[in-house]
């Protein structure tokens, strides 16, 4: 065939190295499209993992569908095409979790280590109504004034000052800061004076004085709307700075932004 059709044989052979090129190129393509992808164990893996996580899920409150939409897959393979996608379900199963257990060791470490803690305790209602406890704890890290979230979790039922104490116990007890803690702030609904009643410092109590109306039932209403309640001040004695350092088993203060909200309630509801 060679000798006798030389041109439909040279025709011939030039399409047999051609598909034998593409099949070769296909098949290193294959093998480079294996080997190109980081292991879960590469810093440069792990490091751009913790960023999407942290940085845009957990800061900005981005969904956790993002990981799944197309522009992102776009976007991550710009950013760096050797890094291997998670799916949502890596996501809420292995990675939150792993990041919440860090965080919770931590400030496990921290109460040890800290000698005094304040802490504040609020109740929120979310727009579909489902209600949360929020307890921070503050103290002084290296000299400077530090904040640290303990516990979020959501509240059923009614907002009863057991319900509200036992939260706080248990929160307070898991870290072990029942001896160091040296204040608690609350705001002035009536469900949060009856559950710690027994610990307000001398000279407050008008501060928790309210108009009488029982709250306890209020678990589908927001803490902070406090637009029917009514408080009435009264100028402290000078011996009360002094309590504050004495009365170390009497720890309650209310929150002064609070009050004075309401406060500025009262006066543009008189001047209206």
Not at 47 to 62: A, M, N, Q, R, Y
Not at 93 to 114: A, F, G, Q
Not at 133 to 153: K, P, Q
């Amino acid at each position: 065939m060679k000798t006798k059709h030389e041109s439909e044989y040279e025709e011939w052979l030039a399409k047999k190295n051609v598909n034998l090129d593409t099949k070769q190129r296909n098949i290193d393509d294959m093998i480079k499209q294996k080997t190109s992808k980081y292991l879960s164990i590469n810093p440069r893996q792990v490091k751009l993992t913790e960023s999407i996580i942290k940085d845009l899920i957990i800061e900005c409150g981005i969904p956790l569908s993002l990981v799944e939409q197309n522009g992102f897959k776009n976007f991550m393979e710009i950013v760096d095409p050797m890094y291997s996608l998670l799916s949502r379900r890596q996501i809420t199963r292995d990675k939150l979790p792993k990041l919440h257990d860090n965080m919770i060791t931590k400030l496990k470490v921290l109460c040890n280590n800290v000698e005094h803690v304040s802490v504040t305790l609020d109740l929120w209602s979310d727009r579909r109504l489902r209600s949360y406890i929020g307890i921070t704890l503050h103290t002084f890290v290296d000299g400077e004034l530090r904040s640290y979230l303990l516990s979020f979790a959501p509240l059923k039922g009614r907002h009863t000052a057991d319900v509200l104490l036992a939260e706080f116990e248990k929160v307070i007890n898991y870290y072990r800061i029942e001896k160091k803690l040296v204040r608690l702030i609350t705001d002035n609904a009536a469900n949060n004076i009856k559950a710690f009643d027994n610990i307000l410092l001398p000279g407050f109590e008008t501060y928790f004085e309210n108009d009488g109306r029982n709250n306890d039932d209020e678990s589908l209403q927001d803490n902070d709307d406090d637009s029917n309640d009514h408080f009435e001040l009264v100028s402290l004695d000078d011996d009360i700075v002094q309590c504050l350092s004495e009365n170390l088993e009497l720890l309650r203060l209310p929150c002064f932004a609070h009050t004075l909200q309401l406060v500025v309630k009262d006066v543009k509801s008189v001047s209206l």
